[in-house]
C-alpha cells in the first residue's frame, strides 16, 4: 500500500486522496446536518499495519480479513451545516480528523470468470468498516471564525466522538468500500485462478 506494483495494477494507496465525501444524516436527537469532506488527503494507511486473523473460503472464493492500525490521519476541507446533539453548528474551512488504534476488517467475495482462455477472480463484493478506539477532530473556522462558539463545538465532538462516529460509520464505511471495490477489482484480475487454486478433478481417485 505504500509503494504500490503497477506489474499488479497495486496502487499507492499511502497516501488516499477522497475527492468529495458527502454526508447527510438525520437521526433525531443525535444528528441531523449536511457535511461534506473534499480533497481529504488520508495518510499513515501503511504504517505500523498487523494483520491479525485472516480467513479464506477457497470454495466460495471469499476472504475475510483483520486488521490493525496505530493511527490514520484525515486533512481536507470541509462544509458542514446542521445540529449535532443539541448543538446548532454551521462552518466551512480546514478540518483535521485522527483515528487512534484502529481495527479494521473487510469482505471480498468473488466468482470465477474467463477471459482469453484464462480464469481470474472476479470481485462480486467487497466491504470495509474502521473501528477507532480514539478520534480527535479538529474543525477550523466554524461559525464563520468564531473562536469561542468553534472551540466549543470542537470540545463537544471530541467529548461525544464515540456516538457521533456510530451514527456516521455505516455511511463512511459505505464510501470507502465503494472507493477500494474497484481497486480490489483489478488487483485480483491479475490472479489466475486455475494455477493458485485449481478446481478438483470430479473423476479423480
Known amino acids: 500500500m505504500q509503494e504500490g506494483d503497477p506489474a499488479y495494477d497495486i496502487p499507492k494507496a499511502d497516501p488516499l486522496r477522497v475527492p468529495l465525501m458527502p454526508i447527510n444524516k438525520n437521526a433525531g436527537s443525535v444528528l441531523n446536518l449536511n457535511m461534506s469532506f473534499n480533497n481529504l488527503l488520508i495518510t499513515n494507511i501503511a504504517h505500523g499495519v498487523v494483520v491479525k486473523?485472516?480467513?479464506?473460503?477457497?470454495?466460495?472464493?471469499?476472504?475475510?480479513?483483520?486488521?490493525?492500525?496505530?493511527?490514520?490521519?484525515?486533512?481536507?476541507?470541509?462544509?458542514?451545516?446542521g445540529k449535532i446533539?443539541?448543538?446548532?453548528?454551521?462552518?466551512?474551512?480546514?478540518?483535521?480528523?485522527?483515528?487512534?488504534?484502529?481495527?479494521?476488517?473487510?469482505?471480498?467475495?468473488?466468482?470465477?470468470?474467463?477471459e482469453d482462455g484464462r480464469s481470474f477472480w472476479n470481485v462480486t463484493e467487497f466491504s470495509s468498516t474502521l473501528e477507532p478506539q480514539a478520534l480527535e477532530v479538529k474543525y477550523d473556522n466554524l461559525f464563520n471564525g468564531n473562536w469561542l462558539l468553534g472551540k466549543g463545538a470542537n470540545a463537544l465532538m471530541n467529548s461525544q466522538w464515540k456516538v457521533i462516529y456510530d451514527q456516521l460509520e455505516p455511511i463512511t464505511d459505505a464510501h470507502f468500500s465503494r472507493i477500494m471495490k474497484p481497486v480490489w477489482a483489478k488487483i485480483l484480475r491479475h490472479v489466475d485462478l486455475d494455477k493458485a487454486f485449481p478446481v478438483p478433478d470430479p473423476q479423480g481417485p
Open 53 to 81: 486473523a485472516v480467513r479464506f473460503d477457497v470454495d466460495k472464493l471469499e476472504l475475510n480479513l483483520e486488521m490493525h492500525r496505530p493511527q490514520v490521519d484525515f486533512n481536507g476541507k470541509y462544509k458542514i451545516a
Open 85 to 114: 446533539l443539541w448543538l446548532p453548528i454551521w462552518g466551512s474551512g480546514v478540518v483535521s480528523l485522527k483515528m487512534k488504534n484502529v481495527d479494521e476488517t473487510f469482505r471480498l467475495v468473488g466468482e470465477r470468470a474467463s
